[in-house]
């Protein structure tokens, strides 16, 4: 994992949560929707399939703690999983907290409005919500 390199968009456009054993956690700096990503720290991978043999069921358990955790701590009403990449081609998860009253529920949240910054306190209290059920 020692040539992993973040995507610069998913550095400018995230918070650093933590690391887990496979993945980097970061949460989506959206306050419209609670929204953390997953990006393996592993070398050039763009998609799903791509990830190792040995890395897959550390990823898909990943996904599921990390999902988990996000609804613990937001109680949506629905979950959203996905990995595009259509913009940033770095293999990333999104796992995004919907409530039915979000500004673009029941649609995608990708290209919907202009993503409002979290302020601190808000950043920190999801921040140690998610981070109680995952390190």
């Not at 887990?20 to 399939?49: F, G, N, S, T």
């Not at 599921?64 to 979950?79: F, G, I």
């Not at 409530?99 to 949240?109: L, Y």
Request: net charge negative; hydrophobic share 45%; proline share 7%.
């Amino acid at each position: 994992m020692s040539d992993f390199a973040l995507h610069p968009q998913l550095e400018a456009d995230t918070t650093h949560v933590g690391e887990l054993q496979l993945c980097r956690v970061l949460l989506m700096e959206d306050a419209r929707y609670p929204w953390l990503i997953l990006v393996p720290r592993l070398p050039d991978l763009k998609d799903l399939h791509e990830v190792p043999g040995e890395h897959q069921p550390t990823m898909w358990g990943e996904i599921m703690l990390v999902s988990a955790a996000l609804e613990h701590a937001t109680k949506p009403y629905k979950l959203n999983v996905a990995a595009l990449g259509n913009m940033v081609s770095q293999l990333h998860v999104h796992i995004i907290a919907r409530a039915e009253e979000d500004a673009a529920w029941p649609g995608p949240v990708w290209g919907v409005g202009t993503a409002e910054p979290y302020d601190t306190a808000a950043r920190q209290n999801l921040i140690a919500s998610v981070s109680r059920h995952l390190f």
